[in-house]
């Protein structure tokens, strides 16, 4: 399972002006090769950390975007810190939420 570590340390200064973000390129780059794997019939999970505030959720609704732009359903889920969450909450968040 590949980890996207959220590290103020891996942003390089550089923009990516296709979505935006500062330093993102080799993280987008490893969900975009996960992404074209899954579609091929390879799935597989990335798990994305890292500290508050270091631009995680911002990577994952660029990557959503992006995956919804090459004509992916993209389902989104969420857990909030300090909230008490219900098992597999994500999971049953983003289920809850298809169409």
Not at 31 to 53: K, W
Not at 87 to 96: M, R
């Amino acid at each position: 399972m590949p980890v996207v570590p959220g590290t103020r340390g891996s942003r390089s200064g550089l923009v990516d002006h296709t979505c935006g973000l500062v330093g993102r390129g080799p993280e987008l780059a490893l969900l975009q090769d996960a992404l074209e794997r899954a579609r091929s019939g390879q799935g597989s999970v990335v798990s994305i950390s890292g500290e508050p505030g270091v631009g995680k959720t911002a990577l994952c609704r660029a990557f959503a975007e992006m995956a919804t732009s090459a004509g992916v359903r993209v389902l989104w889920g969420a857990c909030f810190q300090g909230q008490a969450q219900p098992s597999y909450g994500p999971w049953v968040d983003a289920i809850a939420r298809m169409p």
